[in-house]
């Protein structure tokens, strides 16, 4: 669908059309209301729409519009029904009245009038006269901070008009106004950052919007495999178009200039504390600059000021000059230069402003910078001053921390070059692990080559002493991590952290190593204190702090994957509120890991809306991070019924990466076997669920083992619950024996059993299997002829399915449509419905093409469909695809 920018509905404001159409011709009394606002939130588009909306026929209404240069008139703003106004006065007056309250009998007048700020005083007046004698209801405008003629103030001080004060669009709704112009999805990235420059002012954002439109920065996303087609996305900052200029200067450009002089450093550092502004400029220029309401002044700490818009900002920058750009910079880090304060923001501010002045500056400034900015989660900026901390000097450690940036933006390669060139400098050994540490992280999980990060550590192990080789030793845990050997991880990982003064880079990975080992192996009983010394850690090192993203997705995989679903989701909640307001990748992995946690909870829209957005907008990488997000993806596509989208994450998956992350591998089973399910095929999906389970059981991974089993399970499968019962006495949490417990009901066909693992599931927060359990329950009551217990346990099946948003698995279709079908039958006849031939059914099958006719034979016989092409509505209720081209003959 085209984006239609010229057509832009109101959106948000459904509350202030109910007060003013109250106000019109409810019994309260009032004479009409009075919008208020700041320029540009919507007043005259609101007012026009109350208007608008008002009964036809029985109501008249009537519009006019004061202006600054009508204002020099009498009765300027009514010219249309002055006449001649060079006659007396209180009699044009009075005709003015009369022409403007003049309606057919049976209809009442309404009168809007915009701007009425700007009303010259009998104009004024004469909006008093209509609604003090009540000859009409009157719709006002007004701007906020403006001087307004008295007897407009009237009309809602003495209580004749309410008042309704208009506010800026939310986030929220600035979104979905963006996304009903463009015709489709809005990424939640952009949404943020038109509402964050706009701050939801409606004529702002207008403008803006079609401007980055024409630009070609504001386009559907051309490359967003497995998401939701046609998601618009904005690159690039944003450009103040001329007529938005046009707008913003209207508002500050006639404006003293020592006034200019306090938006302008404002625009270059804000916020800046009230005195240091009141310093570089003067405190009468700062106070007017308030009074007219272009400032805000919070009132905490050093009472910080800021524009009271960020376009102003953006408009004030367009006009300087550069030189005047570099003076007001240089003139605001000598300033903060001055200042005794603890936040580590403002060091990163001086020196963003001592760069971009071209001011000479000592290269450990930047470096502290870069880091402190890493921590922050902006990583660009990092990048810029750790090469301007090079470009100056610096050496090791800014190394270090470009590289740690570079990985974080997934240009990995550019880190790898900066760490080998490093590599090539005289280090100490402590330098030389310290940098093999930190390339097989990168290598690992942004380049996905674990066999050179092996060999990076045993490199390093041959050319430094023994005194250091303890910290190699946690770069082996991970990489045995990663690789899917807990039990050798599990091993490495305490002997690193028995090392004595164990670096923070490598007791990072120690930790993280028993993170995901403790999980697969299922000896989650130990990880909690594990869990809150790799936190601690993180949150201490500024390097590293950023990291505590990935680790929670490490933690919180492992917890579920034990059946401790409630917890995982409360520390994923908690790790992205503490960045909520962080702009950058940080949103992304926060909508990934909230995906993962949504997913496993069983909220499947929910699971949805975040997954299916783009990652990030520099590209996503190999490897690790796609692994996760697509598997998320496709098995919240798949469980909601949608095999066709599944199927497509699932091929752009095996696109983006070419090579497995081994640890993923059992989940990476169990998402093909999902997708398998969702298109029909259920045999398919057992087989592929065992594979993963005896890929797991192979490296000891008992943890996936077990959640493979038990999605085999869900499936329908039988076989699964001897190794389960066996599982359950090896592995930690809940999960293992509500999954023994379903695998033994089902294969015993025990309603009763398979109601109470439905529970224990329900308890445990994974409601998506709960429902599974609960259909089952409900198909073996039906096969005992039970049919009271079968409608009960089919209804706590479909709650279950309603309250993860629609859920579709085998288990829940079956319990929806019972038919005397075999569970074989059903699925040849799902694939014979998606127009597969018997050859291609049975190649799929590894079966045989009689034994598929017989099947396909039996089941004409059982139902009484008409042969093959009416098979498929037994089971879905709709025509198969063979027989839509004759439905309307």
């Not at 209801?137 to 008295?150: A, F, L, M, N, S």
């Not at 164990?502 to 009983?525: C, H, N, Q, Y």
């Not at 696109?655 to 640890?663: A, D, F, I, L, N």
Request: proline share 5%; charged share 20%.
């Amino acid at each position: 669908m085209e984006p239609n920018a010229s057509m832009w509905p109101l959106v948000g404001r459904d509350e202030e059309l109910r007060l003013i159409n109250s106000a019109l011709i409810g019994a309260d009394g009032y004479g009409g209301v009075v919008i208020a606002g700041p320029a540009g939130v919507g007043k005259t588009r609101l007012a026009r729409e109350a208007l608008a909306d008002i009964r036809p026929g029985r109501w008249v209404s009537r519009w006019a519009r004061a202006t600054a240069s009508a204002r020099t008139l009498p009765l300027g703003a009514f010219a249309e029904w002055a006449g001649d106004i060079s006659a007396d006065t209180m009699f044009v007056v009075h005709s003015v009245i009369d022409h403007l309250s003049t309606a057919p009998t049976g209809s009442k007048v309404v009168i809007g009038v915009d701007d009425a700020h700007l009303l010259d005083d009998l104009s004024a007046f004469v909006v008093l006269q209509l609604v003090q004698r009540r000859l009409a209801k009157v719709v006002v405008t007004i701007r906020t901070g403006e001087h307004t003629p008295d007897a407009v103030t009237a009309l809602w001080k003495d209580g004749h008009l309410e008042r309704v004060e208009l506010q800026p669009l939310s986030e929220e709704e600035t979104g979905d106004l963006v996304a009903a112009v463009l015709g489709g999805p809005l990424d939640p990235a952009a949404a943020r950052r038109l509402w964050s420059v706009t701050r939801g002012n409606a004529l702002y954002l207008r403008h803006l919007v079609e401007q980055e439109i024409a630009s070609g920065r504001l386009a559907p996303n051309p490359e967003a495999p497995g998401l939701s087609a046609g998601v618009w996305v904005w690159e690039g900052p944003p450009v103040v178009s001329p007529r938005l200029a046009d707008l913003i200067a209207t508002q500050i450009d006639a404006l003293p200039p020592e006034v200019g002089s306090v938006l302008d450093f404002l625009a270059v550092g804000e916020p800046l504390p009230e005195q240091m502004l009141v310093d570089l400029t003067n405190p009468e220029a700062v106070e007017h600059a308030h009074s007219i309401g272009l400032i805000t002044v919070d009132q905490y700490g050093r009472h910080p000021v800021r524009l009271a818009h960020p376009l102003y900002g953006e408009a004030r920058r367009a006009q300087a000059t550069p030189l005047r750009l570099r003076r007001l910079q240089a003139d605001i880090a000598e300033a903060i230069g001055t200042m005794h304060d603890s936040d580590v923001r403002v060091l990163v501010r001086r020196a963003v402003l001592i760069l971009e002045s071209g001011m000479i500056a000592d290269h450990a400034l930047f470096t502290q910078a870069a880091t402190t900015s890493l921590s922050l989660f902006d990583a660009e900026l990092a990048v810029r001053l750790c090469n301007a901390a090079i470009s100056n000097g610096a050496g090791y450690a800014a190394r270090i921390t470009l590289s740690l940036a570079l990985t974080e933006l997934s240009r990995g390669e550019e880190s790898e070059q900066v760490l080998a060139r490093l590599l090539a400098e005289p280090l100490a050994d402590e330098q030389v692990v310290d940098v093999a540490c930190r390339r097989l992280g990168n290598l690992l999980w942004a380049l996905d080559r674990p066999d050179e990060a092996e060999s990076v550590l045993l490199e390093a192990g041959q050319t430094t002493a023994p005194r250091v080789h303890g910290a190699l030793a946690a770069g082996h845990a991970i990489v045995h991590a990663y690789n899917g050997r807990p039990l050798d991880a599990l091993e490495a990982a305490q002997s690193a952290l028995d090392a004595p003064d164990l670096p923070e880079v490598s007791g990072m990975w120690a930790l993280g190593s028993l993170l995901i080992a403790l999980g697969d192996t299922g000896k989650i009983s130990t990880m909690a204190p594990v869990a809150a010394r790799t936190y601690d850690l993180l949150a201490r090192s500024p390097r590293l702090s950023t990291l505590r993203l990935h680790f929670s997705e490490l933690h919180t995989r492992s917890l579920r994957l034990a059946g401790y679903v409630h917890e995982a989701t409360d520390i994923t909640t908690r790790i992205c509120d503490e960045v909520a307001d962080v702009p950058g990748w940080a949103q992304g992995f926060s909508a990934l890991i909230m995906g993962q946690a949504e997913l496993a909870a069983g909220h499947l829209s929910a699971a949805r809306r975040r997954l299916e957005q783009r990652f990030t907008s520099v590209g996503i990488p190999i490897g690790y991070i796609p692994t996760i997000w697509y598997c998320a993806l496709a098995q919240t596509q798949a469980i909601s019924g949608d095999g066709m989208s599944a199927a497509e994450t699932l091929r752009a998956l095996d696109s983006w990466s070419s090579t497995e992350v081994p640890y993923l591998k059992p989940d990476y089973f169990l998402t093909r076997a999902w997708v398998s399910a969702a298109t029909g095929s259920t045999t398919q999906a057992i087989a592929l669920a065992h594979q993963g389970a005896a890929h797991a059981a192979a490296h000891g991974q008992h943890a996936h083992e077990v959640m493979c089993l038990h999605t085999a399970t869900r499936f329908g499968d039988l076989t699964s619950a001897e190794r389960l019962h066996v599982l359950a006495g090896q592995v930690d949490g809940p999960r293992a024996p509500a999954a023994a417990g379903h695998a033994d009901a089902l294969a015993a066909g025990d309603a009763v059993g398979l109601l109470d693992a439905s529970k224990r599931f329900e308890e445990m927060g994974d409601l998506l299997s709960a429902g599974d359990a609960a259909a089952h329950a409900a198909t073996a009551y039906r096969h005992q002829g039970r049919n009271g217990s079968a409608l009960a346990a089919a209804t706590r099946a479909q709650r279950l399915a309603g309250t993860c948003g629609g859920a579709s698995t085998p288990a829940l279709r079956e319990a929806q449509q019972p038919s005397p079908l075999t569970a074989r039958q059903r699925e040849i006849i799902t694939l014979a419905a998606q127009g597969l031939t018997n050859k291609e059914i049975a190649d799929k099958l590894t079966l045989s093409v009689r034994t598929i006719e017989g099947h396909l034979y039996r089941a004409s016989l059982k139902t009484g469909a008409a042969g093959r092409d009416h098979l498929g509505a037994t089971l879905t209720g709709e025509p198969t695809h063979h027989e839509r081209p004759h439905q309307l003959e």
